[in-house]
Structure formats: structure tokens, C-alpha cells
């Protein structure tokens, strides 16, 4: 079977390759392979199953990887570029994120889907993975065990990364990009849950609060965020903490600095508290009403006083050791991978001519927010844009 391009990974990155070439209008006869039972399952649980395809603060500083200029050459000048590959309104919500107008992610895997099946794509072939690829004079060759041949001039390889492996997506296929000399960088969950010292919260689990949190490795602030912090047996959980994950998943003894109230100043609460604790309440509940009681019987535990400036300190101040990650299996994303010094501008290979990478499977990973939506998208794009003027 031949082809003018294969692109195996049918996720939100190979779905955008496939959709931008196919309504090229240059004829080209294309095969998309994925090893999935359906095509963008990933993409269909994204933001919460509403679609969060990109965001508005769209900025070379909310992106990790080896290259971040080219990163930002591909990803960063648009915020809606991506949005050229469906055919329906979006819209956007005080924090940036772009969301289709339906708020629903599956709508927009029906919109690429019912894109692809039409002509001239030639082949979607879903439960295929593919194990091993040939390069031969005149381009690549899939051997299956069938005894099936899939051939074709230019190959991309969009098959994700490691984390969450119910959608096959459990870092083997990293073993494609290796056999042509490829290296990868070190991996790491990313967007995802922390472990960390429950010392002071274990009577806190299912209990979310409002924070801002700040990551500090080495006495150096990473990166401080706001939001939801769910407090869990194993540490924290929250949007929060998915979006400082990415900045402490790689790093050895990083900690987690809670400050509660965060619209309050130490001040105004100090005032509060002492006016409750000059009330007679007891200890235990000068943070009540507050605070959800829980938390702030465990902020006061803590201080271990019912000094109300040192209560105030520790609510400030609420210092949790990080531990570690709970893993790719609970990942959103995968922070490493193909070493982008082994990339071209067009994210081609260096080692292998008309062998393209687009998405997660490269060293790309991006903060909470639509950012690794709008990198799978516009990186599918821009291989595609590579592959029409070459072909």
C-alpha cells in the first residue's frame, strides 16, 4: 500500500497534520494510523471533557523544552490558530483559556474526524500499532505482521508521550524515534498530582481551599500560581498544583509554600484573630468562619501557639516538602522527550530526511491552560505546511 505521507498517532497533533493536509487540495494520499480504538480520545477528555484548546496569554514563558524559540515560533504567535481547523465558534474565560462555544472537547474530534474521512485521505486505521519502521531508498516502509507493507515518501511520527496509557500512550513508541538515532531527554510526569509530607494535613483529604502557591528549589522561587489546592491522603491535587507540577516534577527536594487567604493581608487577619481570641473563643476556632474549620485547626495545630501573629505566619506560610509525582499513569502530559537539538525549524529530523515529529513526543510540555493543546495543534500544522511545500 503506498502513500504520500503516514502519520501514525491519531491525537490531537496527527489529527491537525492530517486535517491541514487534507484540505491542502494537493491530492495527496494520505494514511493515519493510531494505535487506539478511536481517534483523539485524549483530545475528547481535555479541560475537564470542555475543549481548553488554547489561551490568550500565549507566551514563550508558559512553555518548557530544549528549544523554547522555536517553540514560540510555532506555537506563540496566535492564539487561534489552532481554531482555523474547526468549523465552530469558540470563546474564552476571565483566566484566557479558549474553549469551543459548546463547551465540549468531543465536538471538536467529531469536526477533525468528519474533516479526514473525506477525500483525498486515503486510510484510518485505528488498534495498528506500529513496532517497526524500515527506511528504504525511495522513503519509509510499516511492516505488519499481517504481512501488510504501508509505504510512503514522508512519515510523521505523532504518538504522543508517556503519560496516561489508557490512551496507548505509554512511552514505547519513543523506541521509533530511538532506532534512527534519536535520544531522548529525561522524563517526567507533568500536569500532574504531588506528593508530599502529610504531617499537618492529614485531617484535611477532600477538603479544597483558594491559595497561592509558590515552588522553591534551592532557595529559588520557580514559579507561583493561584487556585484550587485539594488536599489528598498522599499530598496535594487542584489546578493549582497541575499547573506549578511542571515546575518542580524534575527537581529533587523542591517545596510547595501555601498562603491561604491570599485577598487578605496578614494584617486583617491578625486583627480578626485577635479580636476572636480577646472574644474568648477557644484556640482551636480563632480561624473559624474564616477558614474552613479543618484547615484552620490544622494551620493552628501547627503553630502550635494561640499567638495570633504566629497563627497568621503559618497561614501565610504553609510550607509542604515535595516528594514526588503520582506518576504517568495520573500525568496530563510528559515534560521531556525527543531532544529538540535533533530537530529542524520544520520539525523534521536531523538524522532522517522527510521524517517529521509533531506534539508530545518531542521535548516540548507546556503549563495548565490550553498550552499543550495549542503545541500539539500548531506543531501538526506546521509539519503539514513542511510536507506541502516539499511535496
Known amino acids: 500500500m503506498d502513500y504520500d505521507v503516514i502519520i501514525i498517532g ?10 491541514r493536509l487534507n484540505k491542502s487540495g494537493k491530492n495527496l494520499k ?22 481548553n484548546v488554547s ?50 472537547a468531543s465536538a471538536l474530534v467529531d469536526d ?28 519509509f516502509e510499516i511492516p505488519f505482521s499481517s504481512g501488510v507493507i504501508y509505504k ?16 496507548k500512550t505509554d512511552g514505547s513508541a519513543y523506541s521509533l524515534a530511538t532506532a534512527f538515532g534519536h535520544t531522548l531527554t529525561p522524563l517526567y510526569p507533568s500536569l500532574v498530582q504531588l506528593k508530599s509530607e502529610t504531617q499537618y494535613i ?43 507540577s511542571s515546575y518542580v516534577a524534575d527537581k529533587q527536594g523542591a517545596t510547595l509554600l501555601l498562603e491561604f487567604l491570599p485577598e487578605f493581608s496578614a ?28 484547615i484552620g485547626r490544622a494551620i493552628i495545630k501547627r503553630a502550635g501557639t494561640d499567638s495570633p501573629k504566629k497563627i497568621v505566619q503559618t497561614l501565610k506560610n504553609f510550607i509542604l516538602p515535595v516528594l514526588g509525582t503520582l506518576g504517568f499513569d495520573y500525568a496530563q502530559v510528559t515534560k521531556g522527550g525527543i531532544n529538540m537539538a535533533e530537530i529542524t525549524g520544520e520539525l523534521e529530523s536531523k538524522f532522517v530526511k522527510n521524517l517529521f515529529f509533531a506534539g508530545e513526543i518531542l521535548d516540548v510540555d507546556g503549563d495548565c491552560g490550553g498550552y499543550n493543546l495549542q503545541w500539539a495543534f500548531t506543531s501538526g500544522m506546521a509539519v503539514a505546511d513542511a510536507i506541502l511545500k516539499r511535496l
Open 10 to 19: 491519531g491525537g490531537a497533533a496527527g489529527l491537525a497534520c492530517a486535517t
Open 267 to 294: 494584617e486583617d487577619i491578625e486583627v480578626s484573630v485577635t479580636a476572636r481570641k480577646n472574644a474568648g473563643y477557644e484556640t482551636c476556632e480563632l480561624l473559624s468562619g474564616t477558614l474552613h474549620n479543618q
Open 202 to 244: 492529614k485531617t484535611l483529604k477532600g477538603i479544597r481551599a483558594d491559595c497561592a502557591v509558590t515552588a522553591i528549589h534551592n532557595g529559588q522561587t520557580l514559579k507561583k500560581v493561584r487556585g484550587d489546592v485539594i488536599f489528598t491522603d498522599y499530598g496535594v491535587s487542584g489546578n493549582a498544583i497541575f499547573s506549578i
Open 112 to 139: 477533525l474526524i468528519n474533516s479526514i474521512k473525506k477525500p483525498p485521505l486515503a486510510l484510518v486505521s485505528t488498534d495498528c500499532k506500529v513496532e517497526k519502521i524500515i527506511k528504504t531508498a525511495k522513503g
Open 55 to 104: 489561551n490568550k496569554e500565549l507566551t514563550a514563558e508558559h512553555y518548557h523544552s530544549g528549544n523554547v524559540d522555536l517553540v514560540a515560533k510555532i506555537a506563540c504567535t496566535d492564539p487561534y490558530a489552532c481554531t482555523e481547523l474547526f468549523g465552530c465558534l469558540f470563546t474564552s474565560d476571565e483566566k484566557g483559556r479558549i474553549y469551543p462555544a459548546g463547551k465540549q
Open 30 to 51: 494520505i494514511a493515519l494510523i493510531d494505535a487506539g480504538d478511536r481517534l483523539g480520545k485524549k483530545l475528547a477528555a481535555t479541560g475537564n471533557g470542555q475543549g
Open 152 to 167: 510512503a515518501k514522508v512519515l510523521v511520527v505523532s504518538t504522543g508521550g508517556k503519560a496516561q496509557k489508557q490512551f
